[in-house]
């Protein structure tokens, strides 16, 4: 195989241009104080290192591959294979793994099971090594599959929930739902099938550096594109007092709160139109209104609803108003225009919850609606 490549000019130029876009992707991250993609986003920046770190151990991975471009001795190439591959244990899968867990920000979970998770195929790497045979690979290969099975039925399960941490906290979802996270997954598991089953030729080095640069340049679009969904300090404090007054409230005392909530959501949210404020989250709205979030939580667990269903509820009796006073003054108007007057910055985001709540989409509404 590798004979093969040493003679392939082209080959060689492709793999030199993903250790560079590996390379200036991970040094963007690091070192790049602005966003290029999306300038009024902030990213977060525990995920900004962690992606740098995966994408730094691509490059360490083809630099590291690059002399077998070369060198003639079997043996020398099989060491140099066998360290590579130990290496990708111990960098670029437990990295692909970590950057997927930090994407979702309801919590900080812990990155030790990670660890634990590469250990056999760490310690095999060792072993082959050391004896300088694949003899262990294809237990490697087996492993490898049931640890991917393992980690599609965890994030499936961790990604719904995160899914209802979102709708429970947030008015707008864009910019904020991770589900693209399994196209990552999914190049990752490609990844591996292309390798364990392909394992020979030209046509699998040129598709390897090619999924390599596709996942490069998804990875750089979804974290620059993800918002930052840690509270602010002042949230934080805000949270921390509250909760300690929390502990104060006799029962009897919390009932009557979350009996007055309804009130409280009418005075300050819904009459003076604060649903219309873009971002507008469960804990500013809490703090607004002069609660603890626990209980606005709870409040709309009661009523069968979630924060987000809330708001928009809200935005779209007003674009439902809007439309019809635009209507009866025979004014020009869009769509898009009533839309952004109701609260969305994403027009996109807008048609999928009206279709949601309406049942039909906007123009089949509007046209319903049209003065025969």
Not at 2 to 14: S, V
Not at 166 to 172: G, I, K, Q
Not at 292 to 311: E, H, K, P, W
């Amino acid at each position: 195989m590798y004979d093969q490549i040493r003679e392939d000019t082209l080959f060689i130029i492709l793999y030199a241009a993903v250790t560079m876009l590996s390379l200036n992707a991970s040094c963007y991250l690091l070192f790049r104080r602005g966003n290029a993609f999306a300038p009024d986003i902030k990213t977060p920046a525990r995920l900004r290192r962690w992606t740098a770190a995966f994408f730094a151990s691509f490059a360490l991975n083809h630099l590291w591959y690059m002399p077998l471009f070369f060198l003639t001795s079997g043996e020398d190439i099989r060491l140099f294979d066998l360290i590579g591959g130990l290496l990708d244990s111990m960098t670029i899968i437990p990295l692909a793994i970590v950057v997927l867990v930090t994407m979702l920000q309801d919590r900080k979970r812990p990155l030790w099971p990670v660890a634990a998770m590469m250990a056999p195929i760490v310690a095999v790497g060792v072993f082959n090594v050391a004896t300088r045979s694949y003899a262990l690979i294809p237990i490697v290969y087996v492993y490898a599959l049931l640890m991917c099975i393992g980690l599609i039925i965890y994030m499936v399960r961790t990604l719904r929930e995160y899914g209802r941490w979102l709708r429970d906290n947030f008015a707008d979802l864009e910019h904020k739902e991770v589900w693209q996270s399994f196209v990552v997954l999914a190049i990752v598991l490609l990844v591996f099938v292309v390798y364990a089953l392909v394992s020979e030729g030209p046509v699998y080095q040129y598709i390897m550096q090619v999924i390599i640069a596709v996942l490069i340049c998804y990875l750089l679009w979804r974290v620059e594109t993800l918002s930052d969904l840690s509270l602010s300090v002042n949230d934080a404090e805000d949270l921390n007092v509250s909760d300690k007054r929390e502990r104060g409230i006799s029962p009897g005392e919390k009932f009557s709160l979350s009996q007055n909530i309804g009130l409280l959501l009418k005075q300050h949210c819904e009459e003076p139109r604060l649903y219309l404020q873009h971002d507008l989250n469960l804990f500013q709205l809490a703090k607004t209104i002069g609660t603890n979030r626990l209980y606005l939580s709870q409040y709309f667990s009661t009523q069968g609803i979630t924060y987000n269903a809330y708001i928009n509820d809200l935005r779209i009796n007003h674009f439902v108003s809007l439309y019809r006073e635009a209507v009866a003054a025979n004014r020009p108007f869009t769509a898009q225009q009533l839309a952004s007057e109701s609260g969305y910055r994403s027009y996109s985001t807008f048609r999928h919850v009206f279709k949601l709540r309406m049942g039909q989409n906007v123009r089949e509404w509007m046209g319903d609606l049209a003065p025969k």
